[in-house]
């Protein structure tokens, strides 16, 4: 009779482990399922990242340009090109100083992109009076 007791204390505590413990194929399942979660929503996460970076990009305006001009208190005929330095580190601008009358000049600005040839924007065309630029005849920079 104990041997009977025995034997089915043994049987009542192994199946109670059996009912407590997982198997090795439902951890491996579960681990997979979570895994595939969390790369799904790493993956969503880097798309709305993404997306916000290209809402926050803000066009060149050549108007910049056209300011930075005003500054100025002398201008010489030709063409001028540079870039926007650390602000806008793929955008390049071209310049180009037409003497209209004896004060009065046109001046054109383009503004590029490093990786294609075509203008970002189109041309903006100003108008400044420079009373202090003179244009030599042939078109050459006055000398100081």
């Known amino acids: 009779m104990q041997c009977r007791q025995r034997i089915l204390a043994r049987t009542e505590s192994t199946s109670l482990n059996q009912v407590i413990a997982f198997t090795l194929l439902e951890v491996m399942i579960a681990l997979g ?30 108007g910049m340009l056209a300011a930075q001009l005003s500054l100025t208190n002398r201008i010489t005929e030709g063409t001028e090109s540079g870039d926007f330095g650390d602000i806008y580190r793929d955008y390049t601008w071209d310049r180009l100083n037409t003497h209209i009358t004896n004060s009065l000049w046109q001046v054109d600005f383009v503004v590029h992109h490093r990786v294609g040839t075509k203008a970002v924007d189109t041309p903006l065309s100003v108008l400044v009076f420079s009373p202090l630029s003179q244009s030599l005849p042939g078109g050459g920079a006055p000398r100081r």
């Open 33 to 62: 399922i979570f895994f595939m979660a969390m790369f799904t929503i790493l993956a969503l996460v880097s798309n709305t990242l993404r997306n916000a970076r290209a809402l926050q990009e803000t066009e060149v305006d050549p």
